[in-house]
């Protein structure tokens, strides 16, 4: 296996183009226990793999991947291939193919320089690319990709709120905002310490400093970034709930932590300690989850009350960001040799399962009700989607 490198980072600025990151620096992965699957350079193109979904079951004494899925006909549909009907009635694949009752990727956009932050309204993914140093939308449903903002500096964090994209270029140390209908790039903030991440709890923006050491708070028209923590070893992502700021501090080696601060400023909190490279973090409303990014890495679970820490998912080939809803936990695991993978657990634990295998270099991941959209970096990377 090849081992896990995290880089000294450039300096740029907000209309300059950059170098590397945390993140890009963080490499290379070897395993992966799932089907393969045939990747695509088409716009909005299935590609084939393993794909996620209910498992299928015909109703009414319908045969093995047959379903009743329109009473009038009987048990006219075949789950194992119907993309409308794929695993059980009415479970669409979006525009993927259904193979096997498994929902196939998607790809949404392809050929672009390193996409990795990832944000979603209603109607389109945006992408953070670091090495082509934009700022993207794609329509969910596939379309033509935007360029609504260039010649930016290693943009890593993006967020979206109302009719604004706003984003965090890790060279120079800016957090920008642009229309989502394009248009002029505006600098919010500057003189910041390596913004790796970017997060908007609707009136404010958050933001980590990698190597400033910081978690910054920004009200989303601008003014002066307020700390509310300091001297923090390279925090590197952040989430927001209604009370709290929760990042990821990636060092000391082996003494990594999981942390929180109230919004409205005061003493940080160590919610987990002694964490392996943990990266990604989420949060409902009784617990924290994060992912080691490690070789044989985690998901994991604290609660906010406080307790032990439970493992969702172990034995992962270095899960690099996770998503959660009501019921589930949504992870990357990265790879730059295409057996990366985007899988699902239970948030109470349980079995693991493949939505998309042989991905190269899984980055960071978003859901809505339908669907997980992920990034996949490299100098000719995608933005993929799979329906839940």
């Avoid at 956009?109 to 992408?127: E, K």
């Avoid at 890593?156 to 905002?177: K, P």
């Avoid at 809803?325 to 239970?346: I, K, L, M, P």
């Avoid at 042989?358 to 997980?372: E, H, L, Y």
Wanted: with cysteine; proline share 6%; aromatic share 6%.
């Amino acid at each position: 296996m090849s081992k896990i490198t995290i880089a000294i980072l450039l300096v740029g600025g907000c209309a300059a183009a950059g170098e590397s990151s945390p993140e890009a620096s963080r490499q290379d992965s070897a395993s992966s226990s799932v089907a393969e699957a045939a990747s695509s350079g088409a716009s909005a193109s299935a590609t084939a793999g393993a794909g996620g979904g209910p498992a299928g079951g015909a109703g009414g004494g319908c045969g093995l991947d047959q379903g009743d899925c329109d009473e009038a006909l009987g048990c006219e549909t075949d789950l194992s291939t119907d993309p409308e009907h794929c695993g059980s009635c009415d479970h669409g694949c979006l525009g993927g193919l259904c193979i096997a009752s498994v929902c196939q990727p998607v790809t949404l956009a392809s050929g672009i320089d390193q996409p990795f932050g990832i944000a979603l309204d209603d109607d389109h993914v945006y992408v953070a690319a670091m090495g082509g140093g934009t700022v993207l939308k794609v329509p969910k449903a596939g379309g033509a990709v935007v360029t609504l903002a260039s010649a930016q500096a290693l943009p890593q964090g993006i967020a979206v709120h109302g009719e604004s994209v706003y984003f965090a270029n890790y060279n120079g140390g800016t957090v920008c905002v642009v229309p989502k209908q394009g248009g002029s790039v505006t600098v919010l903030a500057s003189n910041q310490g390596g913004p790796s991440d970017l997060i908007t709890d609707g009136t404010h923006l958050y933001w980590p400093n990698y190597a400033g050491g910081e978690v910054m708070k920004l009200p989303l028209a601008g003014g002066t970034p307020t700390p509310l923590a300091s001297g923090q070893p390279q925090p590197l992502r952040v989430t927001v709930d209604a009370s709290y700021v929760y990042w990821t501090n990636l060092f000391p080696i082996f003494q990594g932590t999981v942390m929180r601060v109230p919004l409205a400023g005061g003493s940080p909190t160590v919610l987990v300690n002694a964490q392996t490279y943990p990266t990604g973090v989420a949060v409902d409303a009784s617990g924290v989850y994060w992912t080691l990014q490690s070789f044989g890495g985690s998901v994991l679970r604290a609660p906010l009350s406080g307790g032990g820490t439970t493992s969702l998912a172990v034995a992962q080939d270095q899960p690099n960001d996770i998503a959660i809803d009501a019921a589930d936990a949504y992870f990357v695991n990265f790879s730059s040799d295409a057996t990366g993978t985007v899988r699902r657990v239970s948030l109470q634990g349980g079995f693991t399962s493949t939505l998309a295998a042989t991905q190269k270099g899984a980055s960071r991941i978003a859901i809505d009700d339908v669907a997980v959209y992920w990034t996949n970096w490299s100098p000719t990377g995608a933005v993929m989607k799979v329906a839940k």
